[in-house]
């Protein structure tokens, strides 16, 4: 979130100006500071988006602000019915906007499309409010008393959002927002934030009233004023651990809620009575898909006891047929990574592996395509605890392979590691599959299942330095994250029984 200086838009020419989009239409910019957004798989800049100021980020809380008085207002029904109209809009326009998130981000068009579809998982749950926002009735609970629970809107919350799911990760946060009867307003990444805009317009059409959804684009002076402004209630953030922390300690620090999803560094830990050829086809799907750029990759395989060779083998077999390259060519299977400086970055740990005692069995420097920021698949051995390539979250596509002897050496590395995003095991054995679900320490866990992301009813998260917060995302917990509780207890006695009474109330 370091601070982008570029010149305003108005002095280049051939790139298009991206802004923010308050109280239900375009809003230039007026900072006159923005960033470049580029082409990943060119590397040739296709847009400058505008950076909020404190002021700008003001406007679309005081229209989200607005707006609330009357969303919070709207029958359940009615958000139902709307929530449907959303729904098919986005499935009928899904590849639409998957050619955004290719153009900005790098990630191939099927896996754009797969990430979209998975957003749209989340604002089918949302279609069933009027069943998630059920409370309980207890009818005399004490003489002629009931009492019973509702659940109301925060009010306006934000949403900081990262660069590796530009449309789902939103998703997952506004669709709950605003089916509970919140309004909304979204930071999302400066990488790529075409697709937040894509995002407002089809939500206006679908009938979304002005100023329930709001965009206000920046870099880390728009984030300070989402996380210090005194009428935002609530905060959902996706990023690294370092920055979740920040935004963490910052929201509540002002009194707000907050949910902040950091890192990760996923095992997958492969036992010697596995199936080879799977464990292969799902370490290398797990470890490169949209390359590497995605919280839930594996990006270390722990090989256990005598399997270690064998699969080394046949994920080297399996590298050579990934097919990298631009994601608009239909065959391509991963695409460049986002920006040239990640790339190097994410390069750097390939190049310093043997120095720390790694061996380099595929080096994804050799032969990248020239244009672009690609970075071919890397595999790393004798990948060890104190390593830069083990400690780090990569977020790239290098994928580290640790030996052990025993199961109980491989569940010690996932628990004393300081993340606790996913893991997954391969095994045939359901005793032991069973057994390592209750002993690992981790969020969300796989079973033969390399990329164990929840289905839409249940809510995604992790433990340790991966999550900031008690509440996971979406899902269950996400409703009862914009929502807070009112316990109601009611009584309609005869007037002639009134009397005063300053006893503590009781309820036998």
């Known amino acids: 979130m370091t601070e982008l200086a570029t010149p305003p838009v108005e002095e280049r020419t051939g790139v298009k100006r991206i802004s923010h989009w308050i109280g ?23 847009g400058a988006v505008d950076f909020a100021t404190p002021e700008e980020v003001d406007a679309a809380v005081q229209a989200a602000k607005k707006a609330f008085e009357s969303w919070r207002q709207v029958s359940l029904a009615k958000r139902a019915e709307l929530f449907f109209a959303i729904r098919e809009l986005v499935h009928e326009r899904r590849e639409e906007v998957a050619k955004l998130l290719t ?70 946060m506004w669709a709950p927002a605003l089916a509970t009867g919140n309004t909304f307003v979204l930071k999302p990444s400066e990488k790529d934030p075409s697709a937040s805009l894509w995002t407002a317009e089809l939500l206006k059409e679908a009938g979304v009233p002005d100023g329930v959804f709001n965009v206000v684009m920046g870099d880390k002076v728009a984030v300070d004023a989402v996380l210090e402004h005194p009428d935002i209630k609530a905060v959902s953030f996706v990023g690294s651990t370092p920055i979740a922390k920040y935004v963490y300690e910052t929201a509540t620090s002002k009194g707000k809620r907050c949910q902040a999803l950091g890192g990760a560094k996923n095992h ?10 799977m464990a292969a086809d799902a370490a290398v799907s797990a470890a490169y898909g949209s390359a ?33 390259g631009d994601g608009m060519d239909p065959s391509s299977e991963m695409g460049p990574l986002v920006t040239r400086e990640h790339r190097d970055r994410v390069a750097s740990y390939v190049e310093n592996a043997p120095g720390e005692g790694a061996t380099v069995l595929v080096d994804g420097r050799d032969e990248a395509p020239g244009d672009g920021f690609f970075l071919k698949p890397s595999l790393i051995d004798n990948v060890k605890p104190g390593m830069k ?36 095991i391969f095994t045939r054995d359901g005793g032991v599959a069973r057994q390592f679900q209750f002993d690992v320490q981790a969020g969300m866990v796989g079973i033969n299942v390399p990329i164990p992301v929840p289905v839409a009813y249940y809510s995604f998260g992790g433990w340790k330095a991966s999550l900031f917060g008690d509440r996971h995302i979406y899902g269950p917990e996400g409703i009862d994250f914009y929502t807070r509780g009112k316990v109601v207890t009611s009584r309609w ?15 036998r």
């Open 493 to 507: 006695p005869d007037p002639a029984t009134s009397k005063v009474d300053l006893g503590f109330p009781q309820t």
């Open 389 to 424: 390539a083990y400690e780090d979250e990569i977020f790239g596509p290098v994928l580290g392979v640790t030996r052990v002897d025993t199961y109980d050496e491989a569940v010690r590395l996932v628990n004393d590691n300081p993340y606790g995003n996913g893991t997954a």
């Open 103 to 172: 153009r900005e981000h790098g990630k191939v068009l099927s896996d754009a499309i797969g990430e979209v579809t998975r957003g749209i998982e989340v604002i089918e749950f949302c279609c069933g409010l009027p069943t998630l926002l059920k409370s309980e009735y207890s009818e005399q609970a004490s003489t002629g008393i009931d009492v019973y629970s509702i659940r109301q809107p925060l009010g306006v919350v934000a949403g900081i959002t990262p660069f590796n799911f530009p449309a789902m990760v939103p998703m997952w």
């Open 24 to 46: 239900g239409r375009l809003v230039a910019g007026e900072s006159r500071r923005s960033g470049p957004v580029y082409n990943p798989a060119t590397g040739r800049q296709s």
């Open 292 to 324: 590497g750029e995605r919280c839930m990759a594996i990006s270390q395989v722990v090989a256990v006891g005598n399997v270690a060779q064998p699969l080394i083998d046949a994920i080297k077999e399996r590298i050579p047929k990934v097919k990298v």
């Open 268 to 277: 997958m830990i492969v036992l010697p009575d596995a199936d080879v050829a």
